[in-house]
């Protein structure tokens, strides 16, 4: 078509711009944006793969009819879960409809509570003191805290020697999950390995979770929602993809803020003075953070924000279905749309100073009626905007001011890089960050 946006083409037949792209997709992006402008398609190993880089254009992305967001993540969902076509088809909005209305801002507050005393018991596992890697450290608290909330109680992996089992094989599967969206299971064998010990997990969990339907506290579980509506004998693979979306992207940023606030001691210090102020620890045994603790902490708030917005997502993708003009290009059906979440935040338009961590930017935003900041995409958009977004703020709040308030920190080593080499989900530490922790 003469009106198609420029495309980069390498000079490998077939396998176009892979190796270019593939060194380093994140920075590619923003060199390929420097060269051919803000639209752009890269042609990958067969794959047309088209840019929008202009937020003028991300409304199209997120709303147009002509794009279709089920479509773009089929193949990927059938080589990460061992989802087949047709029963994606079939239950995708079935699953995403009962996730939706089981963690709007009302239920995420019900969530809060039993959060809380999870994060609670497994920090107190630490110890009084020790050193280590200030994101082994952080997932080895979250990981089973969040799945017991999600998941329930019976179904948290508690003993030492399960708990490190579930990090083992979740890490590696998080690890692989973008190769192992692109590549048959037969080229990675540990990560497919995984992949199936991971639906085994879910498969005895779903039965649990039938068993025990009368549930823990009352409350159903968000697993037992999805058990008693989604028949399907797929549910199990669902269930791992929920899993791996209610971790892979929270934990890193997790992580990042936790970083961000020791490595700056003036945000450091107005964080403490909030939590201090606001958590009065009542009950000696247990520390309780309430929704209304976390009221009284809106700076922390923003540290929360900000490192969600300088660590987000490296692309989010959908499918041309029907040719779709974006500013004097005509996309053509069949090609992958992609925006960057990362790179959309470092414009210097919607955030001054981007690459600084400042989390006084958000007094702009009226988090308290969930409005965020203009610009601001790390949740993606439209019909498929990610549904945890509310748990995911209240979960990183309360871990940040809890893990705060019960232990005092040093930074070992300089904050790391973010690694360039993923595009799919938040990005990872690119090298090592020892922390020494003592309880207070
Ligand atoms: C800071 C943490 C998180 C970030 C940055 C994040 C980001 C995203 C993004 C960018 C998408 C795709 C949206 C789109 O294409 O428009 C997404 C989808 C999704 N997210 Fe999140 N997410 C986070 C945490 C969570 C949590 C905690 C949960 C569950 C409790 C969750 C559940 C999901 C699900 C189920 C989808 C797929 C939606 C669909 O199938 O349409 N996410 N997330």
């Known amino acids: 078509h003469p009106n198609m946006p420029p495309c980069i083409r390498g000079w490998i037949p077939w396998f176009g711009a892979a190796f270019e792209f593939g060194k380093e997709p994140l920075h590619f992006i923003q060199q390929a944006r420097a060269t051919y402008g803000p639209v752009f398609t890269v042609e990958v190993a067969g794959k047309r793969l088209t840019f929008l880089t202009l937020n003028e254009d991300f409304k199209a992305f997120f709303t147009s009819k002509?794009?279709?967001f089920e479509q773009a993540v089929q193949e990927p969902v059938y080589r990460t879960a061992s989802i087949s076509k047709e029963s994606f088809f079939e239950c995708h909005l079935d699953c995403l409809a009962i996730i939706k209305s089981r963690l709007t801002p009302g239920n995420t507050a019900i969530l809060s509570g039993p959060l809380c005393e999870e994060f609670d018991d497994h920090l107190e596992s630490l110890g009084s003191e020790g050193s280590a890697q200030l994101n082994e450290?952080?997932?080895?608290?979250?990981?089973?805290?969040?799945?017991?909330?999600?998941?329930?109680?019976?179904n948290s992996p508690k003993s030492t020697l399960t708990k490190q089992e579930f990090l083992d094989k979740f890490t590696t599967y998080d690890d692989g999950f973008e190769y192992g969206s692109q590549l048959p299971d037969i080229f990675l064998k540990e990560w497919a390995s995984s992949k199936q010990w991971l639906i085994s997990l879910l498969r005895n969990m779903i039965t649990k979770a039938e068993?025990?339907?009368?549930?823990?506290?009352?409350?159903?579980?968000?697993?037992?929602?999805?058990?008693?509506?989604?028949?399907?004998?797929?549910?199990?693979?669902?269930?791992?993809?929920?899993?791996?979306?209610?971790?892979?992207?929270?934990?890193?940023?997790?992580?990042?803020?936790?970083?961000?606030?020791?490595?700056?001691?003036g945000v450091y210090k107005i964080a403490m003075d909030q939590i201090r102020d606001a958590i009065q620890n009542r009950d000696k045994e247990k520390t309780k953070v309430t929704l209304d603790d976390l009221r009284q902490m809106p700076y922390v708030k923003w540290c929360i924000m900000e490192a969600i917005r300088l660590r987000a997502p490296g692309a989010i993708t959908r499918k041309v279905v029907r040719p779709l003009k974006i500013q004097n290009y005509i996309i053509p059906p069949g090609d992958m749309l992609l925006m960057s979440p990362y790179w959309a935040h470092r414009n210097p338009?919607?955030?001054?100073?981007?690459?600084?961590?400042?989390?006084?930017?958000?007094?702009k935003a009226d988090l308290e009626k969930n409005v965020l900041l203009e610009g601001f995409v790390a949740f993606g958009g439209g019909k498929n905007q990610c549904p945890g977004r509310w748990y995911a703020i209240m979960e990183l709040h309360m871990f940040v001011a809890l893990i705060l308030y019960k232990f005092e920190f040093t930074l070992l080593d300089p904050v790391p890089k973010p690694s360039p080499l993923h595009l799919v989900g938040t990005q990872q530490p690119d090298g090592p960050c020892t922390v020494r922790y003592k309880h207070r």
């Open 66 to 68: 002509d794009v279709d």
């Open 137 to 154: 450290l952080i997932k080895s608290v979250m990981y089973p805290a969040v799945m017991s909330n999600l998941l329930g109680q019976c």
């Open 211 to 265: 068993e025990t339907l009368s549930s823990e506290n009352g409350n159903k579980t968000l697993l037992q929602h999805l058990a008693t509506s989604i028949s399907d004998k797929l549910l199990p693979n669902y269930g791992v993809l929920m899993l791996w979306a209610s971790l892979a992207n929270a934990i890193p940023i997790t992580f990042w803020a936790v970083a961000f606030i020791l490595s700056n001691p």
């Open 349 to 363: 338009k919607y955030f001054p100073d981007p690459e600084d961590f400042k989390p006084e930017r958000w007094e």
